[in-house]
């Protein structure tokens, strides 16, 4: 019996996770039943409602990949944590009413590694996103997101519906935001490098470089998107993230982005910038019983393939 076709929409398709699943989707994991549509703000404003529903009467998805939000690193948090806090609620809530209304069959949204309690036991895992509160440096952004996993909960409860939710740690990959202020990390990085070699200046990391974080590539976390939307049929969220083994301090990351750009310059450290949470260990031991030998890309080789496209792409990246 033919299996019936998958309309599946992807939220926040133009960004960094967004495209990440369009390179995997369309091309290595392809399926001829599944028909894919990525959409951007230009094709909805998702914060509105009547937007939101005219987007749906309009592509009539039957399976939904919620990502769109307004994102950024620690800077960008610190500054906004009222517009994370109130345009993600808007946004959450559009999508998941009318998923529900619209008789979606699937809805998988995204949390973050970064919105468990500051204060925790390590590793932290899937059973802890309500015990305490956030990290104070993203209040906001982390208080909308959890309220995805309670809404999850309460649809499923009320309406049988499917709504569930993965918890990526710091994603990184081509199509990122660079912005200096705005953007996470890894990117921020790679764009100081750049004009440090460009300009013949030294390459600021701010903050002491002791923070520790895990980092997963955006391919990798696509292909791990991709199989949550085909197989995963619990309600509760899932950490889609490297091992625990696999974390390294802020300092070690910019020694790598160093290594990949071929930066032959001076490294200074900013103390007077905050170096947010120190860490967010997060355990994989969830996914890894679902996926006991997927294989993560290496974070020499990701950091050199998104180096390298940044380079590329540097007149129309985000930045
Ligand atoms: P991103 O590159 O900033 O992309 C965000 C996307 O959301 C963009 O396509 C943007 O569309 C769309 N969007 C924002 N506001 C919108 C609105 N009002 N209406 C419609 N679309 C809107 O972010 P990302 O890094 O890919 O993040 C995707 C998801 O992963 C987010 O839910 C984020 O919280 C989560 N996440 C990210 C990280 C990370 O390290 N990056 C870590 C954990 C979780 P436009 O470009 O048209 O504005
Ligand atoms: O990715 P990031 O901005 O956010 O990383 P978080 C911040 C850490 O990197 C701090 C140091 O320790 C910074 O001091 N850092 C060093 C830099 N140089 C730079 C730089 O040039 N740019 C940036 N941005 N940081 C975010 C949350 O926390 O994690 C978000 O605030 C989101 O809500 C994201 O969830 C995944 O990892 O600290």
């Not at 009467?57 to 990949?65: A, Q």
Request: proline share 4%.
């Amino acid at each position: 019996m033919a299996t019936e076709k998958k309309v599946v929409m992807v939220t926040g398709g133009t960004g960094l996770v967004g495209k990440a699943i369009e390179t995997v989707a369309t091309a290595e994991l392809k399926r001829d039943d599944e028909e894919w549509h990525f959409v951007s703000s230009k094709d909805a404003d998702l914060s509105d409602v009547a937007a939101t529903e005219a987007l749906f009467e309009k592509i009539k998805p039957t399976h939904v990949i919620h990502l769109a939000a307004l994102v950024g690193g620690l800077f960008r948090n610190l500054k906004y944590n009222l517009d994370f806090l109130r345009v993600n609620n808007k946004i959450n809530d559009n999508i998941l009413n009318t998923s529900y209304k619209h008789g979606v069959k699937k809805v998988v949204s995204c949390l973050s590694t970064c919105i468990f309690p500051d204060k925790t036991t390590y590793p932290i895992d899937e059973t802890m996103v309500h015990n305490g509160p956030p990290h104070n440096s993203n209040f906001g952004y982390s208080y909308a997101k959890r309220l995805i996993d309670i809404q999850n909960k309460a649809y499923h409860a009320q309406h049988g519906c499917h709504f569930t939710s993965v918890i990526p740690t710091n994603v990184f990959g081509a199509y990122d935001n660079f912005n200096l202020e705005d953007g996470h990390v890894l990117p921020g990085l790679m764009h100081k490098v750049y004009m440090a070699k460009k300009n013949n200046t030294p390459f600021t990391v701010w903050g002491t470089g002791s923070p520790r974080r895990q980092f997963i590539y955006s391919l990798d976390l696509a292909r791990l998107f991709v199989w949550v939307l085909r197989e995963y049929e619990e309600i509760d969220p899932i950490i889609l993230s490297v091992g625990e083994e696999d974390e390294i301090s802020i300092k070690r990351a910019a020694e790598l982005v160093v290594e990949a750009m071929e930066f032959k310059g001076e490294v200074k450290y900013d103390t007077t910038k905050s170096d947010g949470q120190f860490k967010k260990t997060a355990s994989n031991g969830k996914l890894r019983k679902y996926l006991p030998d997927f294989k993560f890309t290496p974070i020499e080789q990701a950091i050199k393939e998104t180096c390298d496209w940044f380079v590329a792409n540097f007149e129309e990246a985000r930045k």
